[in-house]
């Protein structure tokens, strides 16, 4: 069975880093691209961008590219989103998200987190 | 960057047929996916490829698309069916997946 186990809930301050996890199995890390999606409350989903841990390939999406850093560690089967200093508008809820093909980041995404709420409050 | 368009809300009665539209320029000539998220839970994939099903979603899902407009069509409408409605693309000019702004399905 595949899963996607997701770090929990954050609380942060305005300038604080942080780095959220996403561990998977139940499937070939390396070989499946992964991605992360932002959920604001009460709105819709945001595409931030994905990785391909075989070989860390990144794609950011261009309202997130250097806001943010994805990153890949093949040898524990996880994905990391990280903030080098948070603003109050990054709290949201935070997705990763396998792609449903081996290889490729075309034809969807078959399985997701169950989400990381961070929350970023002085 | 691309941008696709749906109807922020549908109503429909149990029973019925509920039609949810993404606009995008061009958009029959590229791969759509749709997506399904019930209050507090993560996305569930519902349709992708256009109209290819995963395994465990009913048959009353379908999907399709021509000219600027994907659809996806929701037959015999269920009140378990009530949920947002995300629609889904590879922007290929800017190398990055995009959703649609979303519609929210309510049962009557």
């Known amino acids: 069975e595949v899963q996607l186990v997701q770090s929990g809930a954050e609380v942060k301050k305005p300038g604080e880093s942080l780095k959220i996890s996403c561990t998977v199995s139940?499937?070939?890390?390396?070989?499946?691209?992964i991605g992360w999606v932002r959920q604001m409350p009460g709105k819709g989903l945001e595409w931030m961008g994905i990785?391909?841990?075989?070989?860390?390939?990144?794609r950011y999406s261009p309202s997130f590219q250097g806001q943010v850093t994805i990153s890949a560690d093949k040898s524990i089967s996880t994905a990391y989103l990280q903030w080098s200093s948070l603003r109050a508008s990054d709290t949201a809820i935070y997705y990763c998200?396998?792609?449903?093909?081996?290889?490729?980041?075309?034809?969807?995404?078959?399985?997701w987190g169950q989400g990381t709420l961070v929350t970023v409050s002085s | 960057s691309y941008v696709l368009a749906q109807p922020p809300s549908v109503s429909v009665a149990p029973g019925q047929t509920a039609r949810i539209t993404c606009g995008g320029n061009?958009?029959?000539?590229?791969?759509v996916h749709w997506y399904q998220q019930k209050p507090g839970q993560a996305p569930v994939l519902v349709v992708y490829d256009d109209f290819d099903r995963p395994s465990g979603i009913p048959e009353r899902f379908a999907g399709s698309h021509s000219g600027n407009t994907a659809t996806l069509t929701i037959s015999r409408v269920e009140a378990g069916d009530e949920a947002d409605y995300y629609c889904?693309?590879?922007?290929?000019?800017?190398?990055?997946?995009?959703f649609g702004t979303g519609t929210k399905v309510t049962v009557l």
């Open positions: 990785i391909f841990p075989a070989d860390s390939d990144t």
């Open positions: 889904q693309v590879w922007d290929t000019s800017s190398d990055h997946y995009v």
């Open positions: 139940g499937y070939s890390f390396p070989t499946y691209w």
């Open positions: 061009n958009i029959g000539r590229i791969s």
């Open positions: 998200a396998k792609t449903r093909i081996t290889g490729t980041y075309l034809g969807g995404i078959d399985s």
